[in-house]
């Protein structure tokens, strides 16, 4: 409980430097407050709130499930069960996803659980960067969205590419490591109520997790709010520009895995099927309130190379599909 009222204290001071900074900014008129720019701070507003509206009830399944990790799990399984053939137990690391129905902002805690009971970073890695595919949800609202458009095979390409990527970019960066976390410096009572304690540790991670979450909601609806998405869109409109365009706008739309295919939906007829893909695969691995939240987990100078790895791959993968008409 004293690092949750850490946390909200350090919010709370942040919240109120902020709210000063621009009241000093506004009342010394070194910004003009016009109508346009009321009417792009009332759209920053409902960007950010439905951001967090969307995000909120996955990180609070995926606190809950990482909780349920932390506490259930036995490491001993996951030492000498699943990590006794360590490739293998990446690939087991991306499907995990498939029982666990959360998005990015719930596979994150989660991951890092994992991690803590005895898998590797790597199999935790590929979780975080799979699951927000590979679940039951997705797969549903994938299939409804574009099988009567493109068929099954573009389903079941946007699970094979994800996997894919994930199961690479974990063997790739073999060295990766956990950062410093909550549950590390706890001390747990044996003979607390199963049930309070499942509860207190997702509401450490909840409280962990949401701070990062808040820092990349606000950067998204910063920019959507102020960088119109029709930019993104005319770049897309090139064909040599479409891949890495519609790339760029799933990260700063940042748009839940579970709703994504029917926003993916509205570009179907002006982008081409291999643009339509990468936005699919890459905004759920990387977006901007996912990349706070693995930098919480991985630290920064991996997270950076992390996503330039990742960008690169799906890239490259989007557009060799599309050039052999695979999609």
């Not at 790339?247 to 007829?269: K, N, Y």
């Not at 991985?298 to 695979?326: I, P, S, Y």
Request: some cysteine; proline content about 5%.
């Amino acid at each position: 409980m004293a690092v949750i009222m850490q946390y909200l204290r350090t919010t709370a001071a942040t919240a109120v430097m902020c709210g000063a900074i621009a009241i000093v900014i506004i009342s010394n008129g070194w910004i003009v407050v016009d109508d346009q720019w009321l009417a792009r701070s009332e759209l920053f507003v409902s960007i950010f709130l439905g951001i967090m509206y969307e995000a909120i009830p996955f990180l609070t399944a995926g606190s809950l499930v990482a909780a349920g990790i932390h506490l259930f799990m036995s490491p001993v399984w996951l030492t000498q069960r699943l990590m006794r053939w360590p490739r293998l137990a990446v690939i087991a690391g991306s499907l995990m996803g498939m029982v666990f129905p959360v998005c990015e902002c719930g596979s994150i805690p989660a991951a890092r659980s994992l991690i803590q009971r005895g898998a590797s970073p790597q199999v935790g890695l590929a979780f975080a960067l799979a699951a927000p595919v590979v679940n039951p949800i997705v797969l549903i609202s994938t299939s409804v969205v574009f099988v009567a458009l493109w068929g099954w095979d573009f389903v079941f390409w946007r699970f094979g590419l994800t996997i894919l990527i994930a199961v690479t970019t974990a063997y790739v960066f073999p060295r990766i490591q956990l950062q410093q976390t909550p549950h590390q410096d706890h001390h747990h009572d044996h003979d607390e109520i199963p049930l309070l304690a499942w509860l207190r540790h997702a509401l450490v991670d909840w409280v962990d997790m949401a701070r990062y979450l808040v820092a990349g909601a606000l950067i998204a609806a910063l920019i959507q709010a102020f960088v119109p998405n029709q930019l993104f869109l005319e770049l897309a409109n090139q064909a040599w520009l479409a891949v890495p365009a519609m790339m760029l706008l799933a990260v700063v739309m940042s748009i839940c895995s579970t709703v994504d295919s029917f926003v993916a939906l509205s570009f179907a007829t002006t982008v081409s099927p291999a643009a339509v893909m990468a936005f699919l695969v890459f905004g759920p691995i990387i977006d901007l309130k996912s990349v706070p939240m693995l930098a919480a987990l991985f630290g920064w100078r991996h997270v950076l190379l992390l996503l330039v790895f990742v960008a690169a791959l799906t890239m490259v993968c989007t557009t060799l599909l599309g050039g052999l008409g695979w999609l």
